[in-house]
């Protein structure tokens, strides 16, 4: 497993960033959700066909961008909920609610993410007149909206449990530092929901020819946490 290969060391209960790693042992937690992302994966390339012709193999080969660009997505999101539960390890209730919560949007929004990327690249995948993929002019802004809210409901669920971390603060014995970096996180994760909030306001308000463009205030992102965690690392160390 992925997860007890990269923490097999017994002196990895530190993280470079000093943070404590309290996670030390695969809950079935962790290992229950190992296997949704792959069955996530999965339905990425399930309708994926062996081609049979050279023509077929050249197309799928194009779709390859769109593909890579759904994986990384998933990644983003599996390593979040990896490194939480490597730092507080919380198995209690109301973490198993929320990561189960997390789970469900993941897997039903596999189709909706392939949909938008697959759409996003599919004259340069098949080719002028010749695109599997449809959607008229006024569904796109709904379209947008379904790719918002999901976003949105991924990364509120995150901001919930760091927050549920810091309220077991002290259960947990986080340090002034931990304390702080969780709290980083929270703002991260608020960062990226109000990116979605917004994203989605635009798509709602733009007439529907414009409403692809809702889709750019994504690129805000890591402007917005260069600001904060530049701002957020300079205060880090005077904690140190």
Request: glycine content about 4%.
């Amino acid at each position: 497993m992925i997860r007890e290969t990269i923490f097999k060391t017994p002196e990895s209960h530190h993280s470079r960033d000093g943070f404590r790693l309290r996670g030390q042992d695969i809950k079935r937690i962790e290992t229950f959700s190992d296997a949704v992302f792959a069955l996530a994966v999965t339905l990425l390339i399930v309708s994926l066909e062996v081609p049979r012709t050279f023509e077929e193999l050249l197309t799928s080969m194009r779709g390859f961008v769109a593909f890579a660009l759904c994986f990384a997505l998933l990644m983003f999101v599996w390593h979040e909920q990896h490194v939480y539960f490597r730092r507080y390890a919380l198995d209690d209730k109301l973490s198993l609610f929320l990561n189960a919560a997390l789970l469900f949007i993941i897997l039903f929004y596999v189709y909706p993410l392939k949909f938008l990327f697959s759409l996003l690249f599919s004259d340069r995948i098949y080719g002028h007149d010749k695109n599997p993929f449809s959607i008229r002019e006024d569904q796109v802004p709904q379209l947008m909206i379904i790719y918002g809210l999901g976003y949105i409901a991924i990364y509120s669920i995150f901001f919930l449990l760091y927050w549920h971390a810091l309220r077991k603060r002290h259960e947990l014995q986080l340090t002034h530092l931990e304390i702080f970096d969780t709290r980083t996180k929270m703002y991260s994760q608020l960062i990226l929901v109000t990116v979605g909030v917004c994203s989605v306001i635009l798509a709602i308000v733009l007439p529907s020819r414009e409403a692809g463009i809702s889709g750019m205030f994504y690129f805000a992102i890591p402007l917005a946490f260069w600001v904060v965690h530049a701002r957020r690392g300079a205060i880090r160390k005077r904690i140190k």
